[in-house]
T-cell receptor, first 112, second 115 residues
Framework: RKEVEQDPGPFNVPEGATVAFNCTYSNSASQSFFWYRQDCRKEPKLLMSVYSSGNEDGRFTAQLNRASQYISLLIRDSKLSDSATYLCVVHLSGAGSYQLTFGKGTKLSVIP | EAQVTQNPRYLITVTGKKLTVTCSQNMNHEYMSWYRQDPGLGLRQIYYSMNVEVTDKGDVPEGYKVSRKEKRNFPLILESPSPNQTSLYFC??????????????FGPGTRLTVL
């Protein structure tokens, strides 16, 4: 069964804090991993892809651990504008199936 | 402007009245998909299409139909809507999603209420 599990949240953090989200996936054959951001009642948008070597984009760092089947997202120096729901996404292909599975999301509120 | 459009954005209908939600993308993307989003359940894939005339079921296809006659359009059809299909629906497209997935570009969403 394809499953993606995320920290339930919500995370309420002060401005400037560092916050980390984790996500685990059940199918070891999964091949692509992403973090998407969704603002309230808006469409999800790609935040960053996640690579085996880890990757960084400004204040955001994503890591993939294939052995333990989890991915993480670290946000440093949190801004008010980072308040959103963060979705972990896993892509599994094979046996004629090319599906994307989304986690339920972790809500982040950055407080002044 | 590169975008995914959905229509209508809001729809209130009654049980059993057939409806179609349209989805169109102008980016020449091969992969298109439909999701529904419900509180506590997250985004769940309904159907996806790898290319024209190629469609496949996602995790929650029951009660829905799709077609992909043209590359840019991927309508979602509810032949006989029921109240449990009340949800927020998103269409998405990507350049190519096969062995590996490309960035998914989402439409603005359609909020459907079935009475």
């Amino acid at each position: 069964r394809k499953e993606v599990e995320q920290d339930p949240g919500p995370f309420n953090v002060p401005e400037g804090a560092t916050v980390a989200f984790n996500c685990t996936y059940s199918n070891s054959a999964s091949q692509s991993f992403f973090w998407y951001r969704q603002d309230c009642r808006k469409e999800p948008k790609l935040l960053m892809s996640v690579y085996s070597s880890g990757n960084e984009d400004g204040r955001f760092t994503a890591q993939l651990n294939r052995a333990s089947q989890y991915i993480s997202l670290l946000i440093r120096d949190s801004k008010l504008s980072d308040s959103a729901t963060y979705l972990c996404v896993v892509h599994l292909s094979g046996a004629g199936s090319y599906q994307l599975t989304f986690g339920k999301g972790t809500k982040l509120s950055v407080i002044p | 402007e590169a975008q995914v459009t959905q229509n209508p954005r809001y729809l209130i209908t009654v049980t059993g009245k057939k409806l179609t939600v349209t989805c169109s993308q102008n980016m020449n993307h091969e992969y298109m998909s439909w999701y529904r989003q419900d509180p506590g359940l997250g985004l769940r894939q309904i159907y996806y299409s790898m290319n024209v005339e190629v469609t496949d079921k996602g995790d929650v296809p029951e009660g829905y139909k799709v077609s992909r006659k043209e590359k840019r359009n991927f309508p979602l059809i509810l032949e006989s809507p029921s109240p449990n299909q009340t949800s927020l629906y998103f269409c998405a497209s990507s350049y190519r999603t096969g062995t590996f997935a490309d960035t998914q570009y989402f439409g603005p969403g359609t909020r459907l209420t079935v009475l």
